[in-house]
């Protein structure tokens, strides 16, 4: 997966999605639908980083 935002990017991202999820009184589905979607993807590159850091530094094993 390639992907050129940066973790920080990225994290900023799910940081205000979650904080319009709570300040919201009443979200309209397609609101959160398309909240959760680019939450989830935010999430999966800031994952992405997490794992290339780790396994970088030794701290993951790779799958044999």
Known sequence: M???E???KNYQKLKKIADTMR???ELD???LVTLVS???KAYKNCQTRIDA???ALGLKKEDV
């Open 38 to 40: 680019e939450a989830t």
């Open 6 to 8: 940066t973790y920080s």
């Open 53 to 55: 850091v780790e396994k």
């Open 2 to 4: 390639k992907s050129t």
């Open 23 to 25: 300040q919201t009184e």
């Open 29 to 31: 589905i397609d609101q």
